[in-house]
Nanobody, 118 residues
Framework: QVQLVESGGGLVQPGGSLRLSCAAS????????MSWYRQAPGKERELVAT??????????NYAESVKGRFTISRDNAKNTLYLQMNSLKPEDTAVYFC?????????WGKGTLVTVSS
């Protein structure tokens, strides 16, 4: 059974930093392209960043709104995906989800809440 479990969310002041983690199990993690999405209250879910799986030539990509502030990374030995978030803004407040994708198969985590507020 595939499981993706996000952690690391919480309350942070504007300008602060957080690192999110997504622990994966039940799949060959290194084969999957991994992404972070977020969904703010009353808004649609949006793609934040994607990092390719092994053997893929697709580059890491970011939403324009987070470029230069967020960094996606993965540790295949630990089956874990990360999102380092710096210079956080109130508009980054959202539930953050990780997704694993291989061809037409997608798996989602349940999300972790990030609140940016003073």
């Amino acid at each position: 059974q595939v499981q993706l479990v996000e952690s690391g969310g919480g309350l942070v002041q504007p300008g602060g930093s957080l690192r999110l983690s997504c622990a994966a199990s039940g799949l060959t993690f290194s084969n999957y392209a991994m992404s972070w999405y977020r969904q703010a209250p009353g808004k649609e879910r949006e793609l934040v960043a994607t990092i390719p799986g092994d053997g893929s030539y697709i580059p890491i990509n970011y939403a324009e709104s987070v470029k230069g502030r967020f960094t996606i990374s993965r540790d295949n030995a630990k089956n874990t995906l990360y999102l380092q978030m710096n210079s956080l803004k109130p508009e980054d407040t959202a539930v953050y989800f990780c997704k694993a994708r291989l061809q037409f198969t997608n798996y989602w985590g349940k999300g972790t809440l990030v609140t940016v507020s003073s």
